[in-house]
């Protein structure tokens, strides 16, 4: 089989390795298992970025299990704990680069429509309101509008020197136990983050990183088709959304139901399913003429057999 620069060793069927090429398969890998399967399989693929390609990682993580041996840094964000994730300060800094992309930050968040979202932008680049603190204080129809949802831990969230994002990092997300304001971290730190290349971006659990608004406006940010960019996601929840997202799938162990449903959802005929123990993968991808699943021991577990 033919593979570019950016393929990584996946499976071990009987004819042999079975890889992942982003190139030819798609940016967006999906791994899909219970426990702490995709997980492993995530740290086998990303320690291949990071010492064959030389690739920064980037790994969003909403459990608090993911090995943190190949970071240069870890990052955690805790509910009640300043993080200094407030977006129009991170724009004044120069940490959000487009400075209407902030704003649409705080548009997405607290809702507001185009009209108010265009005049906190006139006020943010006269150099009116240079935070979401002064925007609610304003006194101006946005301000009333960002009342209406804004909370105490939504502020702590927001205070602090506005946070730098290394080059490899794993940003750790399971201390924030508002699924809400996990969306928010997300969605300001997907802002961020976007337009670094070189880069593998890992989000683990991708279900419940993108099941807010602002989670799921963040999605599309680090999954979307970008040259020298990878994104392995990896979750428990086959929900609608992550079956939808473009890019191959890897279904791991699962009760029979969802892998049924994993299949039937990427167009696999019957014919070609089988069921996937422990252990094991069912690799999915699209080419422009068919539907492609190969089967293979998982190589994570150490199956590569030399």
Known sequence: MRTSKLAVKLLKSESGIVYYDPIYHGRTLKIIGIDNDPIEVM???????????????????????????????????????????????????????DPYSAVTIVQTIYELDRALTDKLYADFIAGKVNSIEEALKAKKEYSEVIAESYTDLDGILFS???????????????????????????????????????????????????????????????????????????????????????????????????????YESQGVPSGFRSFVYKGEGAYIWRSPEAVNVEFGKLLSRGGEGS
């Open 160 to 262: 602090g020197d506005p946070i730098v994002i290394p080059d490899t990092a794993l940003i750790d997300l399971s201390g924030l136990k508002s699924i809400t304001l996990t969306g928010i971290a997300f969605l300001v730190l997907a802002v961020a983050l976007e337009n670094r290349r070189n880069i593998v971006f890992g989000l683990h659990d991708f279900a419940v990183l993108g099941f807010t608004p602002a989670g799921s406006a963040a999605v599309p940010l680090l999954t979307r088709p970008a040259r020298r960019r990878v994104a392995i996601v990896g979750t428990k929840y086959a929900l609608d959304f992550v079956l939808s997202t473009p890019g191959p799938t890897l279904v791991l162990y699962n009760d029979p139901e969802v892998q049924s449903m994993i």
């Open 43 to 97: 740290e086998y693929l990303l320690r291949q970025y990071k010492e064959e390609k030389k690739y920064s990682i980037i790994v969003f993580d909403t459990s608090g299990e993911f090995p943190t041996t190949m970071f240069e840094k870890v990052v955690r964000i805790e509910e009640g704990r300043p993080a200094g994730l407030d977006p129009l300060k991170m724009a004044k800094m120069g940490i959000i680069n």
